[in-house]
């Protein structure tokens, strides 16, 4: 099995930048994809960025696109979300995903790190 944990969370104010992680331990595998979504109260879940194991195939939301960017070390199990020109609209839970079996459907998930954006 395996376990996801995300840090980097917080408050910050609009126009700032913060920088999540999600470190994998347990059972992995070398060719998984991780991804992140977010959900915020009284909406669903959406996806944010996904990267699959070698870094040469990456997605984001238009919501993100040109503000976010995902990264991964594999020699740490960890996925990075740099997070820049923060809106409030970008206030949710985040949430790190993984991939483990290449069927585009993640497979587990992490109980989420907090980001409040504020004006």
């Known amino acids: 099995q395996v376990q996801l944990a995300e840090s980097g969370g917080g408050s910050v104010q609009a126009g700032g930048s913060r920088k999540l992680s999600c470190t994998a331990s347990g059972r992995t595998s070398e060719t998984y994809t991780m991804g992140w979504y977010r959900q915020s109260a009284g909406k669903e879940r959406e996806g944010v960025a996904a990267?699959?194991?070698?870094?040469?195939?990456?997605l984001y939301a238009n919501s993100v696109k040109g503000r976010f960017t995902i990264s991964r070390d594999n020699g740490k199990n960890t996925v990075y979300l740099q997070m820049n020109s923060l809106k409030p609209e970008d206030t949710a839970l985040y949430i790190c995903?993984?991939?483990?079996?290449?069927?585009?459907?993640?497979?587990?998930w992490g109980k989420g790190t907090l980001v409040t954006v504020s004006t």
């Open positions: 995903a993984l991939d483990i079996n290449r069927d585009s459907n993640m497979d587990y």
């Open positions: 990267i699959n194991w070698s870094g040469d195939s990456i």
